[in-house]
């Protein structure tokens, strides 16, 4: 009895050894496993500007849910396991076939027309008086305006679009460092906040606030960066607020006006000071007066004033690069408030 217990306790203490290598084995192929996915997040991140798709196919692979049909067997007997072999090819690819062809017209009150596998849906449309609405909104470049010229729908569209994509970059990235976070942050988030901002830049501080929320949010995403103020953030990461790069956007355009490439058209939008002596630089356009007070906020009145501003080295730049440079450096230096002295890193 005595050998039977002790060769009990040898076999168990064994089986326990067994389990305790077995867990740091798993634990090195979880480390392992993450490492991977960390540097497959870095290298997606510094490549994202010319591989954009890349890193959604990255996310789609990662959301990807089990299968609910497993592999079946067609008629020839052959093993089928895409979705398309498995609706056309098996068995039950009648049956699907009848089934989805049956509920397409549930819920629709148009007129539907069938004929094999193509439906078409129809209705009449009258030509009478009053038998179109008249819509208050257009879109215009992807930027919806209504018969006010008031943008604030396209505010309320942006930040939707910018904060539903950060949320999935938050929820598919391992390791949330500044390396992988800010490259994403610009090269997709941000993006839809400054796509054609001359046309629908923010008039009010709630819409402007509107769209600083999503860079607050996004920077405190970054690892380390928790528990710090919005202000030093921005310091951090050398980054500007959303304020001033739309300012330093409106800058350059206007370069590009007076200056640049489209300095043929510079008739068309703004008129020189008539009086030669100026003080500071020598490419002044003239502050025109205003009747309404919407028309403050165009681009061409608003950005007369911060132009005329722009010392004459900054407006001596022989390319727009150089410009660009200047400027940033400009802004940086004479920004109001605290925490952007630095200029940006992406």
């Known amino acids: 009895m005595l050998v039977k217990l002790n060769s009990k306790r040898e076999l168990h203490r064994q089986w326990k050894q067994g389990q305790e290598e077995y867990r740091d ?48 067997m067609s008629k020839t007997g052959k093993l089928v396991s895409t979705d398309e072999e498995k609706a056309e090819g098996s068995e039950f690819g009648p049956v699907l076939f009848n089934i989805f062809i049956n509920d397409t017209d549930s819920e629709i009150e148009c007129t539907l027309s069938k004929f094999a596998d193509d439906t078409k849906l129809s209705g009449a449309v009258s030509t009478q008086p009053g038998g179109f609405e008249s819509s208050p909104v257009e879109k215009d470049l992807g930027v919806l305006v209504n018969d006010k010229l008031d943008v604030s729908r396209r505010h309320a569209l942006a930040a939707q679009k910018a904060n539903h994509i950060l949320g999935c970059i938050k929820r598919s990235v391992t390791r949330r460092s500044r390396e992988v976070i800010l490259p994403l942050y ?7 906040l400054e796509y054609c901002v001359q046309l629908w830049s923010p008039q009010h501080k709630k ?140």
């Open 25 to 72: 084995d798993v634990q090195l192929c979880r480390d392992g496993v993450r490492k991977a996915e960390e540097q497959l997040e870095l290298n997606l991140a510094r490549g994202i500007k010319n591989n954009k798709k890349g890193f959604y196919r990255y996310v789609s692979q990662k959301r990807k849910v089990k299968e609910s049909i497993p592999s079946l």
């Open 186 to 192: 610009s090269a997709l988030v941000r993006p839809h």
């Open 207 to 346: 819409n402007m606030d509107l769209l600083e929320r999503v860079q607050r949010r996004a920077t405190k995403i970054i690892q380390g960066m928790e528990h710090l103020s919005y202000e030093d953030r921005l310091r951090e990461l050398g980054l500007f607020s959303l304020e001033k790069r739309r300012l330093q956007g409106d800058l350059i355009a206007a370069f590009q006006y007076l200056k640049g490439a489209y300095k043929k058209d510079e008739d068309k939008l703004f008129s020189r000071a008539c009086c030669d002596r100026t003080r500071g630089n020598g490419f002044k356009p003239k502050e025109g007066r205003i009747r309404l007070a919407i028309r403050k906020k165009f681009f061409t009145m608003k950005v007369v004033k911060h132009w005329n501003r722009l010392p004459r080295e900054v407006l001596d730049a022989p390319s727009l690069e150089t410009f660009k440079v200047s400027n940033r450096l400009y802004i940086g230096l004479h920004a109001e408030d605290k925490g952007t002295k630095r200029t940006w890193g992406y």
